[in-house]
């Protein structure tokens, strides 16, 4: 069609049809190729061009024999309309997705190194247009994170067909947002990249949440330690003052036989020896009260899961004694390690424990009542299965009724009377647990007691 137009654009000679009179070619244009193609080229341009030729001609030009070209040509025209403003009104939506849900999207010419975006991308980098050279992007992004940026095409190699990736940008305003890339690259049939094009979200947002919520956890799990501590100063106490009265009978005894000159220096050395054993001991206790009461910032790294439990026995053992519970221990012999947070870990095997104690006193109390002979009963075991370790608190207490292991981990939940717990305990487990991509499941039956299985996946 080079150089042959269509007769309502280059004028009175028709290139589709013989006829020459306006009454008979009008009717023929709708199955026309120039017709058609015009239309295509020229868009709603050519559209408001016939109209408006049509009405300009005069009545007498216009026949009851055109009056179907009209129906249909409307009948086109107004499809075409419906479909311009539903695409408008599908568009508008988007918009305003983009603006609520803080995302936008964007392409990147690889050739011209231009960056067009949508309304949403534009207003992410505080500008007010969606157009920027990719230099102008990278003079944006905080240093920090600018070579990953720049890494993407190798980092992602030649047949990545996607990337995502998280920086921080620098905006005109000095307002610094983070912000999640998801890209498409686009290559040409040889394989070269042409293209990348996708979306930005704004996740600043939810970035400082997360902070926030990491700080509100921190928190609480400080304030759970500290409660721990609270209710295990009598057992501390007790822990400590033992091997004080060691050290206090062995100079006792130093003084005694020193003034009857009896004193020999194999047993002034053997005294010495059960004093700085004592002491030894003192510091092992006060500096892990020290250690787990500090308030750090939580590191995860190689953990031996059974030297955490026995740093929770080094805590409550004594307490756990001096209430008479018989203790048994049967920990893996192997070795294997996970990734975690020792004093975490250390927290949640303090507060199963310390809910088997007090469910066990609430049995011992029934059976005193009863007057059944009961003993309180504690084990703690731990093995390997299936890449994972287990580690098991069994206790033969007042157990849970179905309700009860229900709500067990849900916040502010307690059966214990006011006073005696917050309710967290267990929801705190579940958390710590979760963290540690740990599971943990509850087997219990009223007045027959409880077996709590944590399985921790161990370190590959």
């Not at 609480?220 to 009978?249: D, R, V, Y």
Request: hydrophobic share 40%; proline share 3%.
């Amino acid at each position: 069609m080079t150089g042959r137009a269509c007769w309502l654009i280059a004028g009175t000679i028709c290139n589709g049809v013989a006829q020459d009179s306006f009454e008979q070619k009008l009717p023929l244009c709708l199955n026309c190729e120039f017709f058609s193609h015009a239309r295509r080229e020229a868009g709603p341009a050519f559209d408001r061009n016939l109209i408006q030729f049509i009405l300009e001609r005069p009545k007498d030009e216009i026949p009851v024999t055109l009056m179907a070209f009209f129906h249909e040509f409307f009948g086109v025209l107004e499809n075409s309309i419906a479909q311009t403003i539903g695409l408008r009104h599908l568009h508008e939506q988007f918009e305003a997705a983009e603006q609520l849900g803080n995302f936008g999207s964007w392409e990147h010419e690889i050739h011209t190194g231009e960056i067009t975006g949508s309304k949403g991308a534009a207003a992410i980098f505080g500008l007010p247009h969606g157009v920027l050279t990719y230099e102008a992007l990278l003079a944006m992004v905080i240093p920090e994170d600018r070579a990953a940026l720049l890494q993407v095409p190798e980092r992602f190699g030649h047949q990545a067909a996607s990337y995502n990736l998280e920086y921080r940008i620098l905006r005109s305003d000095a307002a610094i947002r983070t912000v999640q890339v998801i890209g498409k690259f686009v290559r040409d049939k040889a394989g070269k990249l042409i293209k990348i094009m996708g979306s930005i979200q704004d996740m600043t947002a939810v970035r400082e949440h997360e902070r926030a919520l990491a700080q509100s956890q921190t928190l609480l799990f400080q304030t759970a330690k500290l409660a721990s501590l609270g209710e295990m100063s009598a057992g501390l106490a007790h822990e400590i003052n033992q091997p004080l009265t060691g050290i206090a009978l062995a100079v006792q005894m130093i003084e005694l036989l020193k003034s009857r000159n009896i004193l020999t220096d194999v047993e002034l050395k053997n005294l010495l020896k059960k004093i700085n054993t004592s002491i030894e001991r003192c510091d092992r206790i006060v500096k892990h009260v020290r250690a787990f009461a500090r308030q750090d910032e939580l590191k995860f790294e190689r953990v031996h899961v059974d030297s955490t439990i026995e740093s929770a026995f080094l805590l409550m053992g004594q307490a756990l004694r001096i209430q008479d519970i018989e203790i048994t221990q049967n920990l893996s012999t192997q070795e294997r390690l996970i990734k975690g947070e020792a004093f975490q870990l250390e927290q949640v095997w303090i507060n199963l424990i310390g809910n088997s104690r007090d469910a066990m006193e609430e049995m011992a109390i029934e059976s005193r009542t009863a007057q059944v002979p009961y003993t309180k009963k504690l084990t703690i075991s731990s093995k390997v299965e299936d890449a994972h370790i287990l580690v098991e608190v069994s206790d033969n207490g007042i157990g849970m009724t179905e309700n009860v292991k229900k709500k067990a981990f849900e916040p502010f939940f307690t059966t214990k009377p006011v006073g005696k717990g917050t309710g967290l305990g267990m929801s705190i487990t579940h958390g710590i647990l979760q963290a540690h991509h740990a599971t943990i499941e509850i087997q219990s039956e009223s007045k027959k007691g409880t077996t709590i299985t944590v399985r921790i996946p161990l370190l590959q």
